[in-house]
């Protein structure tokens, strides 16, 4: 079965209609049947479209891609503990939201969209931005104007039309959401193509790992783009029989913004509306995260739980990772401060895995910053 489906109403709509809500206004998602063989793509280049069977766009000419890399995997050790990372902050626009924005721009110009319009804290606008300009399709991203430079110059440079919005990230995405209504929204939350692109993260942690997976898996959980895609990956192989588990999924908040964890706390299947305050972490700073109630049942269904990290924790992480050679920015520091909490308690023996979502160039002078205080 191939088919956009709300599973709020019932409503579906064929993989190829040119929306990315239904009609109700809900959030649509992909029910998609498709399988690779773990042998076959042995033979192929490395790379996400190595999976191409199981990705929702049939036609490789309509592939908007940029050589995407199998991105590695490091083991760092902290104290007792070792923790695998996975460098996804290598891809072309510098973040793990290639692998989304890959798979949804491939949809545009599978559809024939001339133009779209994406709203973004940075790094998913400068995805889209970049692949909109392989794919010669016109962008507008709506940005907070509280924006990295960096990540801001990137987007003008890919040919990207910004629009600044004053106030909060909720300020922003409502505003590229009115922008939407005439438009083809590009959004990493509301079209499900972008998860289709990220789950890809799953199948290729499980072929890196000869197709044995860690028990523990740690990622942001801001809107649940890779928490999300990952889950949908997991299910996916295993589905496909290729293997017999699906991960433990630990969510990480910045504590200054932290609705899941306080959702989590109570008990609660959807986000708790919360006073918020600064963080460093502004990638996962998502005050009313649109795909909550399912990244709180996904990591439910995983027999996984929600964290919280304070400042102090991500600046500190943020230094451990830097004196290791890794510079990213500070909301990958975020989720290792994470993964680090999480294994100080966890049983030795237990194999956890985290990623390194954003490179540190897009915030290099507010990382200098950090790190240089005492």
């Known amino acids: 079965m191939q088919q956009l489906i709300c599973h709020q ?13 239904s009609e109700s206004g809900g959030i649509l998602d992909i029910e ?23 990705l929702p766009i049939s036609n490789p000419e309509d592939r908007i891609t940029l050589g995407e890399v199998l991105t590695p995997i490091v083991r760092l050790v902290d104290g007792k503990h070792t923790i ?5 902050y290598l891809f072309p626009s510098g973040s793990y939201k290639d692998r989304g924005a890959t798979l949804l721009m491939s949809q545009a110009r599978a559809l024939g969209i001339e133009s779209v319009v994406q709203d973004s804290s940075g790094n998913a606008g400068a995805a889209i931005a ?20 960096a990540k801001l110059d990137q987007m003008r440079a890919c040919g990207a039309t910004l629009t600044l919005v004053p106030g909060s990230r909720e300020d922003t995405a409502n505003a590229a959401f009115l922008a939407a209504k005439d438009r083809y929204y590009a959004s990493h939350v509301w079209n499900p193509f972008f998860l ?3 789950k890809t993260f799953a199948f290729e942690i499980a072929e890196q790992r000869g197709w044995i997976l860690p028990d523990t898996l740690v990622l942001p959980a801001g809107n649940g783009t890779l928490l999300l895609g990952a889950w949908i990956g997991f299910v996916e192989l295993k589905q496909m029989g290729i293997v017999n588990k699906i991960p433990k999924l630990i969510g990480v908040q910045a504590a200054n913004c932290a609705p899941l964890v306080e959702a989590w706390r109570r008990s609660s299947a ?21 795909r909550g109630a399912q990244m709180i049942l996904a990591v439910k269904q995983s027999g996984g739980h929600m964290i919280e990290v304070e400042e102090e924790e991500i600046i500190d992480s943020l230094r451990w990772l830097c004196a290791r050679g890794l510079f990213v920015e500070p909301t990958s520091a975020a989720v290792m401060a994470g993964a680090r909490q999480y294994v100080s308690t966890a049983p030795a023996d237990e194999e956890v895995l985290t990623v390194l979502t954003g490179h540190g160039l897009k915030a290099a002078s507010k990382i200098q910053s950090l790190v240089s205080k005492k």
């Open 9 to 21: 109403t019932g409503e579906s709509y064929p993989l190829d209609s040119p929306i990315w809500r």
């Open 84 to 88: 695998e990372t996975k460098l996804d």
């Open 270 to 290: 959807e986000p708790i509306s919360i006073a918020t305050s600064s963080t460093v972490a502004e990638g996962i700073a998502i005050a009313e995260p649109r």
């Open 130 to 149: 970049t692949y909109a300009a392989v794919a010669g399709i016109e962008c507008e991203i709506f940005v907070p104007d509280s924006t990295s430079p």
């Open 32 to 54: 998609f049947d498709g399988a690779f063989d773990p042998m076959e793509i042995l033979t192929r280049p490395p790379g996400l479209w190595r999976y191409h069977e199981a």
């Open 196 to 198: 289709q692109g990220t």
